[in-house]
T-cell receptor, first 115, second 112 residues
Framework: DQQVKQNSPSLSVQEGRISILNCDYT??????FLWYKKYPAEGPTFLIS?????DKNEDGRFTVFLNKSAKHLSLHIVPSQPGDSAVYFC??????????????FGKGTLLTVNP | NAGVTQTPKFRILKIGQSMTLQCAQD?????MYWYRQDPGMGLKLIYY???????DKGEVPNGYNVSRSTTEDFPLRLELAAPSQTSVYFC???????????FGPGTRLTVT
């Protein structure tokens, strides 16, 4: 059973517009959420994170929103740039048994930013 | 500062062969992880370690073994390779707070 779901396998946006990537989770024990970006033939790189005590975290062009009641988070990229074209993974940690240091990943969303 | 390094980058194995994927980190992280990524799928945790001498199974440990004799190194051993182990393998490391993990560049393994 997938505990972290990214229901959109792909997303295409125009350069300069906003990209919104969505992620849903089912485990109410998750309390820390992360977004990773992955280019082809490279390892994932950490992008931004948010703790469950917050509902928004911003870093430059990237903002993550968390809606705990809906078990939903989203990553906003404004403005989108062609270099943002990559696969974006949502990940979550937390839960019982001291598993805070283990991450559960979604399947990823391929973002394509068209010039 | 090299971060997390993995060798080799690519490898082709015949069914039944064995090999070790190497992983090293220079960030003095206590936590290290091995993941596999199959096409169209997220990353699945194979094994992890919370410190030298301590390892534990993740979600998909069958067919693999690990050891953690030093803080820096976390090799993954494949015994009796099978076609189902064809995948891209990522090693990662992290500290206890916050829980971000830092990934190596990956090893693409094909078993034929």
């Amino acid at each position: 059973d997938q505990q972290v779901k990214q229901n959109s396998p792909s997303l295409s946006v125009q350069e300069g517009r906003i990209s919104i990537l969505n992620c849903d989770y089912t485990n109410s024990m998750f309390d820390y959420f992360l977004w990773y970006k992955k280019y082809p033939a490279e390892g994932p790189t950490f992008l931004i994170s948010i703790s469950s005590i917050k509902d928004k975290n911003e870093d430059g062009r990237f903002t993550v929103f968390l809606n705990k009641s809906a078990k939903h988070l989203s990553l906003h990229i404004v403005p989108s740039q062609p270099g943002d074209s990559a696969v974006y993974f949502c990940a979550a940690s937390g839960g019982s048994g001291g598993s805070n240091y283990k991450l559960t990943f979604g399947k990823g969303t391929l973002l394509t930013v068209n010039p | 500062n090299a971060g997390v390094t993995q060798t080799p980058k690519f490898r082709i194995l015949k069914i039944g062969q064995s090999m070790t994927l190497q992983c090293a980190q220079d960030m003095n992280h206590n936590y290290m992880y091995w993941y596999r990524q199959d096409p169209g799928m997220g990353l699945k945790l194979i094994y992890y370690s919370v410190g030298a001498g301590i390892t534990d199974k993740g979600e998909v440990p069958n067919g693999y073994n690990v050891s953690r004799s030093t803080t820096e190194d976390f090799p993954l051993r494949l015994e009796l390779a099978a076609p189902s182990q064809t995948s891209v393998y990522f090693c990662a490391s992290g500290s206890s707070q916050p829980y971000e993990q830092y990934f190596g560049p990956g090893t693409r393994l094909t078993v034929t």
